[in-house]
Nanobody
Framework: QVQLVESGGGLVQPGGSLRLSCTAS????????MSWYRQAPGKERELVAA????????NYADSVKGRFTISRDNAKNTMYLRMNSLKPEDTAVYFC?????????WGQGTQVTVSS
């Protein structure tokens, strides 16, 4: 059974930091490109960051470059998103996605709220 479980969300003040985790099971994690998406109320889901298989090359949305860092630990079947200098506009539900040659999988999401 395929599962992607996000954790680490919560309430944080502007300028603060959080680290999200996405733990996978039921498929060959190391062979899947992994991504973080987010969806704010009333807005479409958007790509935040992605990391490739193999060398784990990251790429980021312009809105988070220099503040967020995506990483993966294939031995732990886990992907991370370190978020620094958080802004109120980062408030959203954050989802992880696994994209393989045939199938893609989504997690259930974790809420991140940036507010004073």
């Amino acid at each position: 059974q395929v599962q992607l479980v996000e954790s680490g969300g919560g309430l944080v003040q502007p300028g603060g930091s959080l680290r999200l985790s996405c733990t996978a099971s039921g498929f060959s994690f190391s062979t899947y490109t992994m991504s973080w998406y987010r969806q704010a109320p009333g807005k479409e889901r958007e790509l935040v960051a992605a990391i490739t298989t193999g060398r784990g090359i990251p790429n980021y949305a312009d809105s988070v470059k220099g503040r967020f860092t995506i990483s993966r630990d294939n031995a732990k079947n886990t992907m991370y998103l370190r978020m620094n200098s958080l802004k109120p506009e980062d408030t959203a539900v954050y989802f992880c996605k696994a994209r393989g040659p045939t199938y893609s999988y989504w997690g259930q999401g974790t809420q991140v709220t940036v507010s004073s």
